[in-house]
């Protein structure tokens, strides 16, 4: 690895019939394995730190090369929902004349489910079940920027959009900044803003709340 961070580094090759052949960093953290360390989350504060990640978006992707911000094994997750399709050529990514394809993708019908989960959640017995109403059923896909399908298998959120590296050190700067952003934005008080208090289904309008992210997710900077 030493020897390797010292060559060139060039821009992946994309071929013709949209193969890509760039390679990407996936970052595991910790949120519901109690056989591994950090700091367990409940379902409520799951859903904070994909929200979070979400108003983000559009700020971390900058922190990847640029042929990642478009990476159909990474997709970006627009709080006003999905712009391509995974079987769409690079270079013609937007162009589908089907975007529900990409429903996969689609946070605003996810932040409508968890509109209408979050009021019931306390009716359920455990967190594992609320963990599993809410996250449940694949709904927003693997490949997106941020994956929680890992969740049900490993008790892990996998962070997917950064680029490939043989920099020990930024590898290590990324995972720190993943489990970060994790420990920071897993609090039931970020829901607030999209939920309503105490991130309580129907004190906010689905509508108005999912408004809000996107605008969030407009004006959102690095330096928040």
């Known amino acids: 690895v030493r020897l390797l961070q ?18 990407a960093l996936h970052c595991h953290v910790n949120v519901r394995n109690p056989n591994a360390r950090g700091r367990l989350l409940t379902a409520r504060q799951i859903l904070a730190v994909f929200l979070s990640w979400v ?19 990474a997709a970006p997750l627009y709080a006003t929902g ?4 995974f079987n769409e050529a690079p270079l013609h990514r937007g162009e589908a ?15 409508a489910h968890a509109h209408a989960c979050l009021a019931t959640l306390d009716d359920l017995p455990d967190e594992s079940a609320r963990v599993a109403r809410l996250f449940g059923g694949g709904r927003l896909g693997k490949y997106c920027s941020l994956n929680l399908l890992p969740i049900a298998t ?24 993943c489990a970060a952003f994790t420990e920071r934005f897993g609090r ?18 689905a509508e108005e709340g999912l ?3 996107q605008q969030d997710q407009l004006t959102a900077t690095e330096e928040e």
């Open 6 to 23: 010292h060559l060139g580094v060039s821009a992946p090759s994309i071929s013709e019939n949209g193969c890509e052949c760039n390679t």
């Open 55 to 73: 108003r983000y978006d559009l700020v971390t992707c900058r922190f990847a090369r640029s042929w990642c911000w478009q990476d159909r094994w």
């Open 82 to 85: 999905p712009e391509f399709t």
């Open 97 to 111: 004349a089907h975007l529900d394809r990409a429903a996969v993708y689609d946070v605003p019908a996810f932040f």
């Open 154 to 177: 490993y008790g892990t959120i996998e962070f997917r959009r950064q680029h490939a590296s043989t920099d020990e050190a930024f590898i290590l700067r990324w995972a720190h900044f």
């Open 188 to 205: 039931e008080e970020e829901l607030e803003p999209y939920f309503g208090a105490a991130g309580a289904g129907g004190a906010l309008a």
């Open 211 to 213: 408004r809000r992210l």
